[in-house]
């Protein structure tokens, strides 16, 4: 008995770390709404890309490499000033919302 107390007390207390994130949540706590718009089909400037309904293995990925600095071509340093805010699990989550939205 004392065992499988155990096992539900380190269910609840391990649950909210592996709860689903909410990428739409991030997607405003984390300002990428501030560049690419609410619902991220207005961005603030016409070069910045409109990202809903994107794939989101492409978003994934573009996120991912302008983070590390693989993807660099000048338009990217804005988004890379903000991408130390997010981690691969919230990046992720992001980019499955925004492949969601129309």
């Given amino acids: ?48 890309p409109k990202v809903a309904g994107q794939n989101a293995a492409y978003i994934e990925a573009q996120m991912k490499d302008i983070k590390s600095g693989a993807r660099n071509n000048g338009q990217t340093a804005a988004m890379k000033g903000v991408m130390h805010l997010v981690n691969d699990e919230e990046i992720k989550a992001i980019a499955e919302h925004l492949s969601k939205l129309k």
């Fill in 1 to 48: 008995m004392k065992f499988v107390m155990t096992l539900i007390a380190a269910a609840v207390v391990a649950s909210p770390a592996i709860a689903a994130l909410d990428g739409a949540a991030l997607y405003k706590d984390k300002t990428c709404n501030a560049c690419h718009g609410p619902k991220g089909d207005k961005p603030l400037m016409p070069s910045y």
